[in-house]
């Protein structure tokens, strides 16, 4: 490989790394902190990927992130089975609902809506790659106003490490690409975005009162 090109790939590497980094403004948490709320009632996603079973795989994936950033989520499993009990198993008519009914339903403060875009994997001969999109938004149970949204992607390409030379190997890669694609596992992924939803400096939600840092950070959110 000749000089000239390897510094053409290093430029391109470097303006794509650049493009990367694009800095986000911080979101404006003013409706968040004054109205502050203490508990957060996750409601069943809407499933906008080809996954059917997309929205019960996710749910078991959002409680722990929110945990963490300081808030009380009603359990959500349980909060899905009463809804249903409820007649509101419809995700659409649900979010398309009043946050005030459910707040005075489950003595919530907020309401989190998601909605997932992409939960897919795709397969090109040698590799699958696993995405998931997710749209998050929180809504007061007591104004009924947004008090915070986002939007997560994440996508997972695993290396393609050759199991050996020559047409063997290229077998093994897609034996393994075509498996990966039959049985993929969004869940870590899922995990992994719903963290960085919520806890992303200027993007995630501010800590919540169940933890130290509670109304220490107005620096970062």
Known sequence: MSRNFKAILLSLFVLSLSGCATQLSKKDYTDLRTEAPRSILVVPAINRSVEVSAPDYFLSTISRPLAERGYYVFPVHLVKRMME???????????AGDPQR???????DAV??????RWDAQYIVFSTTVTVEMKYVLKSTTSGQTLWSNSQKLVYQPNGNNSGGGIGGLIAQAVVAAVAKAAPNYVPLAQQANMQAVSTKGQGLPAGPYIDLY???????
């Not at 459910?102 to 919530?108: D, I, Q, Y």
């Not at 109304?215 to 959110?221: E, H, I, R």
Request: proline share 0%; no cysteine; charged share 30%.
């Open 85 to 95: 009990d409820d007649g509101l198993n419809d995700a659409d008519m649900v979010h």
């Open 102 to 108: 459910l707040g005075k339903m489950f003595g919530s």
């Open 112 to 117: 989190m809506y998601i909605t997932i875009e």
């Open 215 to 221: 109304q220490k950070d107005q620096a970062d959110f």
